[in-house]
């Protein structure tokens, strides 16, 4: 898959070192992944959720972090919507982000 933009994730980790390891593995492991559907991802990360419209959220660190996501499976193409710690994702709407 292609992830847009890795920047978003390289400049979290400059805020939040701790979540380093694990959005650096969900990158590696994503960008490698040739998802076509939910069922998908769900083989490769079981902890992820379909909130609607196209976006989809992974807990990351034991559910420390969630990164919320835009994945068009027929392009292979991930856009990175939201970073943040599991208080700041409740506070956004995920499926208009």
Request: glycine letters at 4%; hydrophobic letters at 40%.
């Amino acid at each position: 898959m292609r992830i847009i933009a890795h920047r978003t994730i390289v400049e979290y980790i400059k805020q939040q070192p701790l979540a380093k390891t694990a959005l650096e593995s969900w990158y590696k492991t994503a960008k490698a992944a040739q998802w076509k559907n939910l069922h998908d991802i769900k083989s490769t990360f079981n902890n992820v959720d379909f909130v609607g419209n196209q976006r989809y959220v992974f807990n990351i660190k034991g559910n420390d972090y969630r990164l919320a996501v835009k994945i068009l499976f027929v392009q292979k193409i991930i856009y990175i919507r939201f970073i943040g710690t599991h208080k700041e994702y409740d506070k956004i709407d995920c499926s208009t982000i």
